[in-house]
């Protein structure tokens, strides 16, 4: 899971008018609820200018993919909770000031939940239900901070919370033992918590335009650990252990004040690690 961006936009729904009577006049253009022929049963109302979600979505309980991307909703109702089935939703590019309670009901959500770039100030301690969700994107929200049941989220691979505001990483995070990907570019992280040193699966960590004054400790027990991103920070000296990362491949120091002669930089890259400072 190596994208940013939105679920597939492809294929999915036919558009279709629906009968007047049938909509709200508030619910924007009219769309179609009736899926092409796909496996799995695919709802793709991407960029279709609604306000709200017509009360058809919630009729068929058995879609396993919504996308509701690129809309104008400021609301998801609870009656999400009924799309059990689902394994993908994303509910990206919205206006949403908040996320019900039920979004824990998902139990079938495996693959990607996106709800990057609203307006949502916090997350709901129901998300830790979702135990086995393998991506999520929460970036571009005035977070500032996340619910500590992140934590149980037990089969998180990558997550993604760029420009969230986030001032610090809840201490559960370091119970996300299959993460392999964390990213947290345009935060105002000083520090990271201890726990991310037993998240041994990751193998890549973005850290750009923090507020960090030194590289993290915690890295120094990450042995899968093999690109990080650490450019537009306020980090001065390299600790000699990031030189003893064993997996380390790359690692972007630019925009620090770390010189480039220092020793650890040397010895990176004298074991062929690409070190750009």
Do not use: F
């Amino acid at each position: 899971m190596r994208s940013g961006g939105h679920a597939g936009r492809s294929g999915g729904a036919v558009h279709r008018v629906l009968p007047p009577h049938r909509r709200r006049p508030d619910q924007g253009p009219a769309v179609a609820l009736t899926p092409a022929p796909s496996s799995p049963p695919t709802l793709n109302l991407w960029k279709a200018g609604l306000r709200c979600v017509p009360e058809e979505v919630w009729g068929r309980e058995d879609w396993e993919v919504l996308i509701l991307a690129d809309n104008h909703l400021t609301e998801i109702p609870p009656a999400i909770g009924r799309l059990r089935a689902l394994h993908t939703l994303d509910l990206g590019h919205n206006a949403l000031t908040r996320v019900p309670d039920e979004i824990g009901d998902l139990a079938g959500l495996t693959r990607c939940l996106y709800l990057h770039d609203n307006r949502l100030t916090a997350l709901p301690d129901a998300l830790g239900r979702l135990d086995r969700l393998g991506y999520l994107n929460i970036g571009g929200n005035p977070l500032d901070r996340l619910p500590e049941t992140l934590g149980d989220l037990a089969g998180l691979v990558e997550l993604r919370a760029q420009g969230a505001e986030l001032r610090h990483l809840p201490t559960s995070v370091g119970r996300l033992g299959r993460l392999r990907e964390l990213w947290l570019r345009g935060n105002r992280l000083t520090d990271l918590p201890a726990g991310v040193g037993t998240l041994h699966e990751l193998r890549e960590l973005e850290l750009r335009d923090n507020a960090l004054p030194r590289v993290p400790e915690a890295l120094r027990a990450l042995p899968l650990l093999r690109r990080v991103d650490l450019r537009g920070n306020r980090i001065a000296e390299l600790p000699s252990w990031v030189a003893e990362l064993p997996s380390l491949e790359k690692l972007d120091l630019r925009w620090n004040a770390v010189h480039d002669g220092a020793v650890a930089v040397r010895a990176l890259r004298e074991r062929g690690c690409v070190v750009l400072a």
